[in-house]
């Protein structure tokens, strides 16, 4: 038997086929059924909204959205944080100007590290993939 402290509370339970205990899990399904509850009353509430009216923690409404557990197609106003800067979003984990910042810096990483490589580096020659992670982590 997998005994393991619950992530949410810290109580210790027979860890089986879930992360948290079953006590947590009865206390996720209820704050589940309060937002769906609140959400057939008030189809266009806002996260905000609804964790005034329920008391559900914006970040445990969000996970109930990835999840596909809450639909944003019902909820036309429904959206939660990016996960980098904050601004609200339908769908993924980042906006899109974070996204697209993200792919232009490991673009210009990549670029550079395929310059020291063709400059003839020696350290740094097989490195392959690697090395744009390995710049990022000598900063």
Request: a neutral charge.
């Given at each position: ?67 596909g557990r809450i639909t944003v197609a019902n909820n036309p106003n429904m959206m939660y944080p990016c996960e980098v800067c904050g601004v609200l979003i ?50």
């Amino acid at each position: 038997m997998n005994l393991g402290n619950c992530p949410r509370c810290g109580k210790l339970f027979a860890n089986n086929f879930r992360d948290i205990c079953p006590a947590c899990i009865k206390d996720i399904e209820h704050e589940y059924e309060k937002c769906l509850e609140y959400l057939r009353q008030e189809k266009l509430a806002t996260i905000q909204e609804v964790h005034d009216a329920t008391g559900v923690s914006v970040k445990q409404i969000t996970k109930f959205i990835k999840e596909g557990r809450i639909t944003v197609a019902n909820n036309p106003n429904m959206m939660y944080p990016c996960e980098v800067c904050g601004v609200l979003i339908r769908e993924n984990n980042m906006c899109d100007s974070c996204r697209t910042r993200l792919t232009r810096d490991l673009s210009a990483a990549a670029k550079e590290d395929f310059g020291m490589e063709q400059g003839g580096s020696a350290d740094r020659k097989g490195s392959g993939a690697y090395s744009a992670v390995d710049k990022f982590r000598n900063q």
